[in-house]
């Protein structure tokens, strides 16, 4: 699409919106009593007007039926985690056995990397890329070190080439056969948090298996934003938190993928609990663990139900979305955002977007590197009513998101930009 610079524009871009009416579905923050332009879906979705009314049905049902509620419940507690796994697998791209909803994403991260990451005497370097999320490198680093090794000679954190700012799939692929007599494990974000680049999965994983390593992802960016065919690239795990793009709230459920080719292999060493035990037998509550089948037999406790609702009550909205029209949606928003920064005179105050411009190696996400000022730049962002992200040591995370941004927020967002530059 070819785009134009006027409000009118952004109006029309509105108007046809074939997903316009899904703005309606969600609360949005105000400030200063004044609709907020919300840019920071990706650190914490915006509520479904929904979700009180799931919440409120559990809370409603535990008050009436008390223990009673883990089978007579209108969705019965004990089955809580399968009810999500329809819309999670469709997102991800998987099977329902795949996944399952628990815990919290570092959780499930030293979960899968329990399992996945087996360090031998001649094989057990871990690639991901440099500046991950921090709680992914302290991980990482605590993992290594649980099995008695330096990170400083086991971690290998791949930078992007000198003067750029994000990985190009060459050079990962390359490290990855330069490496292959000793890795273990290739983990990497999906999208990355702070760049937003998404990387390329498929080409990523191969190169791993390749070399005998696992491959695993960290989805936290990328789930909700990108459509992932987890299953088809043959990604060995992935974890993921559900508050970003999810909209499931602080703190909601977490989730992980486990490829239907490790599903029946008990063998697989894990951290187990009661709750990955087969349901068959779970209330015998006898010696021995068996697992269940697939992803679910990596389940450690009972199903936290209250936040489980609120993912129910966004993976609904999902549902009728469809991650498909919204990633369309979002390849035009975002790239309206692009054409609109692009003709900024940046010789005031000095920008680039880091963000890949290429649509493919992105999600909705732009990061624009402020060369100076940028502290006060954010700051009078948020005076005049924007609420977008701010990541030392000079980037502005900005994340049109296609539920309930609009083309006019991405419009107004750039005037006010232009205006504090
Ligand atoms: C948001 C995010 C996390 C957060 O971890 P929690 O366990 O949910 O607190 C971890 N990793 C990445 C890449 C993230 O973006």
């Known amino acids: 699409m070819k785009f134009e610079n006027p409000l009118a524009f952004a109006k029309k871009l509105d108007k046809q919106d074939p ?14 009593g004044k609709t907020a332009i919300y840019f920071t879906g990706n650190s914490l979705g915006l509520q479904p007007i929904s979700t009180k009314k799931f919440i409120n049905e559990e809370v409603s049902d535990w008050a009436a039926l ?22 999670l ?27 996945f990451y087996r360090p031998t005497k001649q094989r057990f370097k871990i690639i991901t890329e440099a500046g991950a999320f921090s709680s992914d490198q302290y991980a990482f680093e605590s993992q290594l070190k649980f099995h008695g090794l330096d990170p400083e000679t086991t971690l290998i954190e791949l930078a992007p080439r000198k003067g750029e700012f994000t990985l190009r ?26 760049s937003g680049q998404f990387f390329e999965i498929k080409k990523i994983t191969k190169a791993a298996h390749d070399a005998g390593a696992y491959a695993g992802f960290d989805l ?15 990604v060995d795990f992935a974890v993921w938190c559900s508050y970003k793009y999810l909209n499931s709230g602080p703190g909601g459920v977490a989730g992980a993928f486990v490829h239907g080719r490790h599903a029946n292999d008990s063998s697989l060493p894990r951290l ?46 999902f549902e009728k979305a469809g991650i498909k029209n919204l990633r369309k949606k979002s390849v035009l928003l975002t ?12 010789s005031i105050t000095p920008f680039s977007v880091i963000t890949p411009d290429d649509p493919k190696q992105r999600g909705c996400q732009l990061s624009i590197l402020m060369h100076q000022n940028g502290k006060s730049v954010f700051q009078k ?14 980037v502005i995370r900005v994340a049109p998101v296609p539920l309930y941004n609009r083309f006019e927020d991405v419009f107004e967002f750039v005037k006010i930009f232009k205006a504090a530059l």
């Open 19 to 32: 997903l316009k009416s899904f703005r309606k579905r969600f609360h949005l923050p105000k400030v200063n």
């Open 169 to 194: 799939t060459a050079d990962i692929l390359q490290a990855i056969e330069e490496n292959k007599e000793q890795v273990a494990l290739v983990i990497f974000g999906a999208v990355q948090y702070y």
């Open 272 to 317: 187990a609990g009661w709750w990955g035990h087969h349901e068959k037998d779970r209330f015998q509550m006898k010696k021995g663990f068996i697992p269940m089948p697939g992803a679910d037999g990596w389940q450690l406790s009972n199903f936290p139900v209250l936040s489980g609702a609120a993912l129910l009550a966004s993976l609904q909205v």
């Open 381 to 394: 962002l948020t005076r005049a009513g924007i609420i977008a992200d701010w990541r030392e040591p000079g």
């Open 89 to 115: 697998a469709k997102l991800v791209g998987a099977k329902p056995i795949e996944v399952v909803a628990m815990n919290q994403l570092t959780v499930n991260l030293h979960l899968m990397m329990a399992s």
């Open 335 to 346: 790239g309206y955002l692009e054409f609109l920064l692009n003709q900024i005179d940046n």
């Open 220 to 234: 936290a960016h990328a789930i909700g934003n990108v459509p992932l065919h987890l299953h088809k690239d043959q």
């Open 66 to 87: 008390g223990v009673e509620g883990h089978v007579h419940a209108k969705r019965p507690w004990l089955y809580y985690h399968k009810f999500s796994k329809k819309t």
